[in-house]
Structure formats: C-alpha cells, structure tokens
C-alpha cells in the first residue's frame, strides 16, 4: 500500500521538457514524479489517492523569473507566505524574488533571512535574485559570489537599470565565473524622464508624460552590444515595444547569450486600458480616466506592440513569460496617476490572461506552457531544469488546469495582498484546479475531487 | 426682472434639443456635446447681464455651498470662481495646500472625503496632476466637481470662456481658423481648446516648435497610433504659415523652464520664430482676435503692442470667465435650462 501515493488519471499532459502531449496519468509520491504516460493498473500502487482530471491539463509547475515578494521591508504590500499563495493559486510552483526590498538583496544575510522566511512561510519553492550593485544604487558591484554561494540565482538592480554602461559591463564581466544571468530592467532614464505612461494618443488625450519606446529600446542595444563584448549572459526583464524584438533577434541570430522575458499584460492589454473602461474605445476620458491599477513599468502600450510580443514570444525569440507580480497597498494607488506606485498583481491571473492567447489561436497551448516552464528554466540553467520537467525522479511540482473554465477576477478572492489589477470585474477563461509543490497539493480549487483510493478491482 | 424668460430654449436647425442628461461634473470639454456647449455659451449672456447691474447678486445659489481647493498658484481663475459663487449667493470657501491638511501628508482623496461630509455642494479643484478632479469625482458621491486646471490635462473652464469670447465677438464659430501658437505640449488649456473649438466647428491649427508639441501629432506614421487629435487639429510649424488667414490668434504662456528642461535653444530664438507680433498679425484675416489665457509673458510669446492693442480681447476673457464660471455652477447646481433669478 502507498497511502502517500496520488495518480492523477486521464489528464491531457504537457511536457515540453520531454516534447510530451498526450493523454495520460501522473504518478507522484515522496515528493518526486514516478511515472508519467499511460500507465496501465499494474503501475498504479494500491492505497494510492486517485484525482480523475479527465477535460484537464497537467504540466510541470510554472516558474516566474520575476516577481515582488516585497520582504522584507514592505511587508504591507505582499509577503513571502502570501505572495507564495497567490503563486499556488496561479499556478506557480518556483517564484524567483527580485531585490528591491527593503534591506535590498545585496549581501549573505539577506539572502539566507529570505530562505529561512520561505522555509518556514511558503508553500512553494522560492529562489531569491540578488543585487548587481551594493544597496541597487549602481556605484559599486555588490559582492555577487558572496551572493551567489548564498543562493542566488540571477542577478538585477530591478526597478532601477544599472545605468552606468562600464559598471554594466563590468558587472556582465564578472558574473561570467559565476555562471548566473544578469537581468536588466531595461529604461534609459534620460529619456523616460517623468513619464508615467507610453508616450501616444492617450497619453496626449490624459496629460500625462509619455514615456518613448526608445527609452526601452536604446537600453536594450547598449546592454547587447556589452553582452557581445563581454561574452556575458545577459536577461532581457519585461520587454514591452515592438522594437525591441528585432534586437534581440538580431543578437540571437548572432549566438550571444542573451535572453528574455514579456509579462502577461504587455501581451493582452494596452494604454487605452488608462481610461478605465477596460480598454473599450472612449474619445472622452469620463470620470473613470486615470485608472491607476494600470500604471506599471514598463509602461501598456498600443496594440502593434501587444501583436508585436505574442508573434515574438511564439516564434521563441522571447524565451519566458514573467509576471512583474508588483503588488501595492490601496493607499499607494488612491491618489493621482503621477503619484501612483508602478505595478500590477499579477499571479493569480497570468494563467487566464496567457489562455486568452490560446483561445484566439495566437500561441499554441504547448508553446504557452513552455514558456512558463522550460523557457524560465533554460534562463536559469541547465541546474535547473529539474523544476520544469515530469521526468521520474525530478520534484514533483505540477499544476493541473481547466483552459476552459470562464471566471471573473474579484480581488476580494486574491491570496495576494496586492489587489492592484485593471483585470479587477473582467472575464478570463482558463483557470488553475490544483498545484502540487514537491508532492504537496499547495492548493486546491474546489473543482479539485479525489477518488476514492485506488484498489486494482478499479480498472 | 426676471432673468429665465431671456435664456432661450436652444435651437439647433429647428428642432428643440432635447433636455440634456444632468451633469455631475464638469472634468474637460471631451464628454461635452455640441448642444450642451451651446447652452452653457447661451446661459453665459444671461450671467453676463447680472453682471453688468448696479448691484451684482441673485439668490440663485443661496443656501449652497462651493469650496475652491487649489493645489496651485492662480489669480484669475480662483478669484473669478469665488466671484461667480458669490454673485450667485453661494457660500464660497477658499482652501489652498498651504496652511491645510495637506501639509501634514492627509492625501487628496482623504481631503476630499473631508470636504464633501462637510456637506459642500461642489467643489472646484486646481492640482499640478493630471487628473486629480478624477480621482475625487471617482470616490466622492455627494458633491459635484469642477476642473479648475489639472496638470497638463485640462482646463475647460476657461475653454468655454475662450469660445464664448470668440462667439460674442464674432457671431458663430462654425468654419473659424483657430490659431493655438506656442507651448502645446504642456498647455491644458490648448487641450480642452481643441475639444471645444473642434465640436463647435471650428478648424484649429497649432504651431510652435516641435519639441512643444505632443510626439504624436508630430508623426503622420511611425509605431505611434494617431490621437483624438489629430482628427481634429492641423500642425504647421511655421508661424508664417500658419497663421494665414486666420480668425483667431491665441498665444500660450511659455513657461521659461522649458528652455533650461531643453525644449529650445534660448528665448531669443523662441521670441523670433514664434512670437505674435503685429507684422505676423498682418498675415491673419482683418482684424483678427489676438487671445492670451494668461498669465502673459508680455515680450516673449506675444508682443507687448499686441497684447494691449485694439484687437487684443484678453481683459475681455477675463470678464467672461466669471460669466461662464457663474453658468456652469449654476447648472451643475440647479440644473440646466433656468434662470438665474429662479
């Protein structure tokens, strides 16, 4: 008998580790995968718990490369044991963190504060992103092999670019032996200046300071031309313009070794979403203008630059979607759009918004999950690709989803403190049933029924 | 006398307009139709008339309550708010940022939730932030709110006054050539000028450099979608051109930051390319109007002859500024289509 054992049966299961697309069972038990095909009864031990997740998907567990778990520091805003809720709930089995907490990730003793608080808070696997420079002020390196020993697994000043071009590239020159990526919120500040949101129409519409695409464009050149020269690996954060795809293509076709990110709403909502109608059409602001739950970095943009990243993101050009979860408290958004804090919440619906490009046939399902699993994976490093695979012997981290079930985002049902969303009362379609972290079931929707257990009379 | 039986119903190619929707609040001239223009222009004339009697008050607002907040420096929009609600008998209670709240961190939207359970009626907001009258039209559901300027967003109060100017010197708007020279990029008064003029039918050009104009109507194509504006607005940067045959001239100040921020290279080369001179004037239809918002930089944007010249209408915006300002409290308070002696 193997009490402890789940199969989860008759699920259409997606491993692009493993180019697998197939109906099938799972089997997991002590926190690994055992098996994962068709297994007939014979495979299927006595005792063990059975979920019929027939109509459903099961592939790994996704992994954001980026999100704001806000501890420590801004513990008002998210925590690790909330934020890695909303993670379970989204469908998330590894969050990485990013560094811009207060005291930011730039030494040992913070990086293990983080891993005591996810041992003991998280239901899932957290892996914390230290500092490029000492306290993200871009001076001086931060000491990135102490960092790196600690746990590390990228390195980002994220919120602030590293903005000096010889301190980038010397950054990029020393992680080399380290062998970790360094990811650059790419903004050229000189040129984003004030800007709150894209420059355009509904920027000029509002009054609001535009914020040009070559603010992102002119940055990201200058980091692949230091990547080029340095032999450095470089991690493009949350791209958002149009033309920033031909540079990274571009840099690709050349063997660097750059990669990528794109964020669920740069792919499904732009800046018309500003005027608080959910992106319906408005040639008069209204009372509902200024919607500040969509100021984020970077800014929404127009609809070529969405068309724009799904095709890059579909051709593999993007590597990984991320989810730039940046949850704020009310306070930080009921005030002015200038005033406003950058950010959007984004876990417990980045699986909806990336269906939504299912369902109208602009990616495929297994090229979405690829790019939530594997993709984040390979930007991590070949170490990890255990935690985007359902071979035998790997952790067993899964997430098993209805792509068709429709739903409502109400932020009042959000594990996340942060409830700063323009999806707020929208309709997505696609949701998660249930994640399993290394063998637990770290959360449950209540879609989610175990069988009876399984005896072999069954079959 | 009774001042209703003067304001007319309107009458727009015959048909009676239908009794408009009451407004709440009055954020910009985008969500205002052609006809509710019209009626505020033609409740304007009746105001106007008060304010050309011996004694300048009519109870029509007695017993109702008006707070101005502003955020930001102003004189003539403040005082001819306050006037407008006095004339009309309403309380009218000043507050700035200074010496408030504010100064101890109580947010806007916490300000205006203190006003409005204070039982104000309206409140008449100026901010330095592009939608901050949003914000408190958004959370507050008792008081009305009137933008007195916010940011770079908006200004249409002083819009109306600006088409009510031209109308009362000109007969009708329809076909006019609307020339808006200077600092657009940060002008909330060239933005709800372009709503305004735009709806009554009128043709509105910009010109002035373009690093002062907003990027996408700078482009005819490019990665950036084209504005609401542009539909409704030419660009043409050269003064000379633009300002052929126009009707209206309208000048916008130019804040002298702009020129250490880098949108020019030195007043002197400002003042030569576009400045409103009496030899460009010259170019525009007979007897052109010449229009400044204010507060002017007599010299820089206008020439200081034209500024007082005998086509300069710019003390006459001001009075009308009152008139329009009395109008629109008045609607938003009573509603539309009465008197103001009730």
Known sequence: METDHIVIRHARIIDPSRQLDRVGDLLMGRGEIIAAGRLGPDRIPDGCRV?????????????????????????????????????????????CAMPNTDPPIDNAAVVEYIRQRAREDSLIRILPI??????????????????????????SDDGDPVYDANLMRLALVYSLDLGLPISNHCQDKSLSCNGVMAEGPVATHLGL????????????????????????????????????????????????????????????????????????????AGDLAYDTSTKVYPPLRSQRDVETLIAALADGVIDCVATDHAPHDLTSKQVTYQDAAFGISVLETALGSMLQLVHSNKLSLGAMVDRLTTGPAKVLGESYSDLASLQPGTPADVVLFDPDEEWTVDTSEFESKGRNTPLE???????????????????QSPALKFNDTFVKSDR | MSLSRTIETPEIGGALVPEPTPRKHVLDLDDFS??????????????????????????????????????????????????AGKVLSADVINMSASGSSTEKGESLLNTGLTIQAMGVDTIVIRHPHSGAPHLLAQHLNKVSVINAGDGLHAHPTQALLDLYTVQD???????????????????????????????????????????????????????????PFASLVEVETDLDKAIEDADVVMALRLQQERQHAGFLPSLREYIRRWQVTDTRMERAKPGAMVMHPGPMNEGIEISNSLAHGGNSVIEEQVTNGVAVRMALLYQLTIGPGQGPDG
Not at chain 1, 149 to 154: F, K, P, T
Request: proline share 3%; hydrophobic share 40%; net charge positive.
């Open chain 2, 169 to 227: 010197k000109l007969g009708s708007l329809e076909g006019l050539k609307i020339l808006i020279v200077g600092d657009v990029l940060h002008s909330r008064v060239a933005r709800s000028n372009i709503w305004g003029f735009a709806k009554m039918g009128a043709k509105v050009v910009l010109s002035g450099p373009a690093t002062l104009m907003p990027p996408d109507l700078m482009r005819s194509s490019g990665n950036l979608a084209r504005s």
């Open chain 1, 425 to 443: 009362g929208t309709k997505l379609k696609g949701r998660v049933v249930g994640t399993f972290a290394s063998g637990n079931l770290v959360y």
């Open chain 2, 34 to 83: 052609r006809e509710e223009i019209v009626e505020v222009l033609d409740s304007t004339r009746s105001m106007k008339e008060v304010l050309g009697r011996d004694i300048k008050k009519v109870p029509a607002l007695r017993g109702k309550v008006v707070v101005t907040l502003f955020y930001e420096a102003s004189t003539r929009t403040r005082v001819s708010f306050e006037e």
């Open chain 1, 51 to 95: 979920i019929d997740a027939t109509g459903l998907i099961l592939s790994p567990g996704f992994i954001d490369l980026h999100c704001h778990l806000r501890e420590p520091g801004f513990e008002y805003k998210e925590t690790i044991a909330a934020g890695s809720k909303a993670g379970a709930k989204g469908g998330f089995t590894t969050l």
């Open chain 1, 130 to 155: 230290g500092c490029v420079t000492k306290g993200r002020k871009g001076h001086e390196l931060a000491e990135m092999e102490e960092l790196a020993s600690a746990g590390v697994v990228a390195f």
């Open chain 1, 209 to 284: 300071d535009g914020i040009p695409a070559a603010a992102e464009e002119a940055m990201i050149a200058r980091d692949i031309a230091l990547a080029e020269s340095t032999g450095g690996r470089l991690h493009v954060a949350h791209l958002s313009t149009a033309g920033s795809v031909p540079l990274l293509r571009e840099a690709k076709e050349r063997g660097l070794s750059v990669t990528a990110e794109v964020c669920p709403h740069h792919l499904t909502i732009t800046d018309q979403w500003a005027l608080g109608r959910k992106g319906e059409f408005a040639t008069a």
